[in-house]
């Protein structure tokens, strides 16, 4: 009977040791790590607000000016007033055509609706909790990247197309600044500086944005490697 009540004695301790020493380490290093995730995707969520303000004020400023040149007076061809080629006698112009406007205007506008969204994701995985380092990362930094691809194309066609109308310019004024340049008596460098500048910050910060999410997949990657190590 002694043997059998030393066993029983002993099992309880012996039961009681392993869960403890593998379960109460674990318990305390979770929360550090939701807040840790809810304090990035803060950070995110601010950086898609910052790229949709930046994305608003540059097809806003960008649809303004082709509004007004679009038809203007002196128009003789075209649409857009990238790539727009003054006439010899100084006061007729032919606009570029329709796609580059449509490129930087509408690409601007996918960008936003893509920064409300993200901007809306983040938030639900702030109030739910959510570890940044999920499966999801990979279709996050997939979107991200062609976010960043777009934004890029439509800062080039917007700079490029800007930068030949005021060359354009320059040569049938006898070298007058693009300041002086205008369609119909409307003035638009100021327009589309606002809207080139913009669309530049913008593409800036996807690109802040992509190299988070591309050292976010590094270390979850690293993280996965490890654990399966550990296991074997």
């Known amino acids: 009977m002694s043997d059998n009540g030393n066993e029983l004695l002993d099992d309880p301790v012996a039961g009681d040791d392993s869960p403890s020493i593998k379960k109460s ?5 979770s929360k550090p790590k939701r807040v840790a995730s809810r304090f990035f995707n803060a950070l995110l969520a601010l950086a898609f607000f910052v790229l949709l303000i930046l994305s608003i004020v540059s097809f806003s400023s960008f649809s303004y000016v082709y509004q007004r040149t679009n038809g203007a007076q002196g128009v003789t061809s075209g649409s857009c007033i990238l790539n727009a080629d003054y006439h010899s006698d100084g006061n007729t112009i032919d606009l570029g055509t329709d796609g580059s406007c449509r490129l930087g205007i509408g690409g601007e506008v996918v960008i936003a609706v893509y920064a409300i969204l993200s901007i809306v994701a983040m938030i639900i995985k702030i109030v739910g909790g959510w570890s940044m380092m999920s499966c999801f990362l990979i279709f996050e930094l997939v979107s991200v990247t062609l976010m960043m691809l777009l934004s890029f194309c439509t800062s080039v066609v917007t700079s490029v197309g800007f930068s030949l109308t005021c060359r354009n310019f320059r040569s049938q004024h006898d070298g007058e600044g693009c300041s002086s340049s205008n369609v119909g008596g409307y ?12 669309a530049w910050l913008g593409f800036a910060v996807l690109v802040g944005i992509t190299v988070f999410y591309v050292f976010c997949v590094i270390m979850y990657c690293y993280g996965r490697r ?3 190590k550990a296991k074997q």
């Open 226 to 228: 490890q654990a399966k």
């Open 187 to 198: 003035h638009f460098q100021k327009g589309l500086q606002v809207a080139e500048a913009t």
């Open 25 to 29: 380490p674990a318990a305390p290093a």
